[in-house]
């Protein structure tokens, strides 16, 4: 059985999640313009428009398989159809004729139905004869058919805005011959971390630093949401370098991210600065790992400072500054997805606060995935996001979780884009 650190009492000003996402639900919105791009630049944008098809998707009765198109015969029996051919419909060519009684089309799939066709038969349950074809068991009448707008029909509204473009979304645009969609423009994202103990990876690192790993997480997670990121590099412990660096990056981006810096410590200048040049509208989450985040405004600019630890800067940024980022980019689903797993350990705190453990997902005997918890819960082990699939939610009013009870599972593969 693992046990976390002795809980710390909920104090004043640490808000819980929920609370903390409903009210950037009703805080924040969309905050860039508008562009037209091609479909091949539109994954992973937000839809500005609604898509509505002009056609019949598809356009006529097709063929769902490869085979013989032909009409049922008045009164036909189960047994054995002789059928006369006479013709052959690739996919994008019209049989110029009818079929009649006793007769059938060689037909490919995605061609449309002859006319006088009111069934199709595939091919793997046909004997072809000189000239003919032999049904061995008919299928029912309109078996193997597609119908005229079974997909889309004309005038149907078939994107939504606020829809994050995925590969289905811009294949459904480009079927109902859509060329290019309006979409919101990119959110601009201005990054830098602080702390003097920080050193650029590359570099010789002094004695007592520590390379920053933090801006590269946090950038590769920024990038997943195909944002703009201006990366302001490392900022000094200094109040009037931070405050600066904070006032020029709000002037140059829609958000502006930090990590470090929003702690109560004495050398953390960046909650000081925000406030001193907008404001903190929320700061410190009843969270294990990520309690310190600071979320506010520094002149036009929204602001989101993550914890200096990394595990918690990633926790916090995957929790809090997605759906964040989503709401600002205009997207309308924004839920953190997660689903239900089986616990393969053992684990206790105390209540009041809402915990995130990172856990690696197994196979059970059953065919049900099993949740196993990284042993080491500190918040700089950034190993344990690497080797961990995703986090294990456990709600702030629940103190135990013993192996096989149901929990729910953030996968990072969901989470990350």
């Known amino acids: 059985m693992d046990c976390c650190d002795p809980p710390k009492p909920k104090g004043p000003g640490h808000l819980p999640l929920d609370e903390a996402l409903a009210r950037i639900a009703a805080t924040y919105g969309p905050v860039t313009g508008v562009e037209t791009v091609p479909l091949s630049q539109a994954k992973g944008r937000i839809l500005a428009e609604s898509v509505t098809s002009p056609i019949d ?14 009409r049922t015969p008045a009164g036909a029996a189960a047994g054995p159809l002789r059928l006369t051919v006479v013709g052959r419909v690739p996919a994008g060519t019209v049989f110029p004729g009818t079929v009649g009684e006793g007769e059938a089309v060689r037909i490919f799939t995605g061609a449309p139905v002859p006319a006088g066709a009111d069934t199709v038969v595939m091919q793997e349950v046909c004997r072809a004869e000189e000239g003919a074809v032999v049904v061995e068991t008919p299928p ?3 078996a193997n058919i597609r119908d005229a707008g079974e997909d889309m029909k004309a005038g149907a509204v078939v994107l939504t805005p606020g829809k994050r473009l995925r590969a289905q979304e811009v294949g459904l645009a480009a079927a109902v011959g859509r060329s290019s969609v309006q979409v919101r423009q990119r959110l601009k994202v201005v990054l830098f971390s602080t702390g003097d103990e920080l050193c650029e990876p590359g ?4 004695d007592g630093a520590i390379y920053d790993a933090n801006r590269y997480t946090i950038a590769a997670q920024l990038a997943a949401l195909d944002v703009e990121v201006e990366d302001l590099g490392i900022l000094r412990d200094r109040p009037e370098v931070v405050r600066e660096a904070l006032a020029e990056a709000s002037r140059r981006g829609h958000v502006v991210v930090t990590s470090g810096g929003v702690s109560v410590g004495e050398e953390d200048h960046v909650k000081a600065a925000v406030a001193s040049l907008g404001s903190i509208d929320m700061w410190r989450l009843a969270l294990r790992p990520g309690k310190p985040l600071a979320l506010g405004r520094v002149g036009e600019a929204i602001f989101l400072g993550l914890p200096g630890n990394p595990v918690s800067a990633m926790v916090t940024f995957m929790l809090v500054g997605r759906p964040l980022l989503l709401r600002l980019m205009g997207a309308d689903e924004v839920r953190t997805p997660r689903s239900l797993v089986v616990a393969g350990f053992a684990f206790r705190k ?18 049900r995935p099993v949740a196993y918890k990284f042993e080491n819960d500190s918040s700089g082990v950034l190993t344990s996001m690497v080797e961990a699939d995703g986090l294990v939610d456990v709600p702030a009013e629940d103190t135990e979780i013993n192996p096989g009870d149901m929990v729910a599972f953030l996968p990072f593969g969901g989470l990350f884009g």
């Open 57 to 70: 998707v598809p356009p006529a009765a097709v063929s769902a398989m490869d085979g013989y198109a032909y």
């Open 203 to 206: 570099r010789p690192k002094p």
């Open 140 to 142: 029912a009448r309109g």
């Open 350 to 367: 105390g209540a009041g606060r809402r915990e995130f453990l990172r856990a690696r997902i197994e196979t059970g005997p059953d065919g």
